[in-house]
Structures are given as C-alpha cells and as structure tokens.
C-alpha cells in the first residue's frame, strides 16, 4: 500500500479558501489534484490486490505443474512394477502349463506303449466288436461297464 503523504481532506479544505478568497482557478486544481491523488490511491490498492491474486495463480500453477510431475513419474514406476509383476506371473503359469502338459503327454505316451506291449492296438479286429456292442448298448438303453484294472 502506498504511504500518502498528503491528507486529501486538507487539500478539499484548502480549495474550498482559496475559493472563497476569489482564487476560483487555484482552488480547482488543488481539488483536481486531490482527485488524482484518490485516483492514484485506489489503482494502486487495485494493483496490489490483482498482484496478491496473481501470486497465489502462479503458486497454484506451480504446485499443479509440480504434482502432475510427480504423479506422472510415480505413475511410470508404477506401471513398471505391475507390468514385470503381470510378466513374472504370466510366465511362470506359461512354464507351469508347458511342464504340466509334458507330463500328460508323456504319461499318455507312456499308457499307449503299455497297450502296444500287452498286444492291445486301436488296429485290433477286437476293436470293431466293441464299438458294435456299445452301440447295441446305447440303443437298447441297458448299459453295463465291468473294468478290469492291473
């Protein structure tokens, strides 16, 4: 705030006696000047207020452009965290299905060879019998299952 120096009601009564003494032009420039010092005064505080409003803008920006930063650098870090998380889980239940997998078809391969060996193949004439018998099965709607299992 500007320190005035001067008291505008004093210079309102000083052109008020210079007016009544006759010095009419004297007396209007001493209240012009009063009015300018007003003038000046309230655009100063006006000044100083839009100063004070425009400081706390660029704080405020600044705290925005600083936070956003910060947010978009954490949210990088993050993003690669998950990402090499999701990645170690993905392959890891990749190598538990291919391991799992394996071991399926070697058990199967396995089953297969056993079949081979004890003389049983899928080119077996017996094979044709059994497919007609379960059909004769399913047909007439009595089906009975014996497993003999070694």
Do not use: W
């Not at 007003?38 to 600044?62: F, G, M, P, Q």
């Not at 392959?91 to 081979?116: F, G, K």
């Amino acid at each position: 705030m500007i320190d005035l120096r001067t008291d505008q009601d004093f210079l309102e009564q000083l052109a008020s006696d210079h007016f009544d003494s006759g010095r009419g032009a004297t007396a209007a420039d001493i209240r012009a000047a009063a009015d300018d010092i007003r003038n000046l005064r309230d655009y100063a505080t006006n000044l100083e207020r839009e100063i004070k409003r425009a400081s706390s803008d660029i704080v405020e920006a600044r705290q925005t452009q600083a936070a956003d930063f910060l947010f978009n650098l954490i949210k990088a870090q993050v993003v690669l965290l998950v990402e090499g998380e999701v990645k170690t889980c993905i392959q890891s239940e990749v190598d538990y299905t291919i391991c799992t997998i394996e071991d399926r078809i070697d058990s199967l391969e396995t089953d297969v060879a056993d079949l081979n060996e004890n003389g049983r193949s899928f080119d077996d004439p017996k094979t044709d019998e059994i497919k007609d018998t379960v059909k004769e099965m399913i047909r007439d709607g009595d089906i009975t299952v014996n497993i003999d299992h070694m």
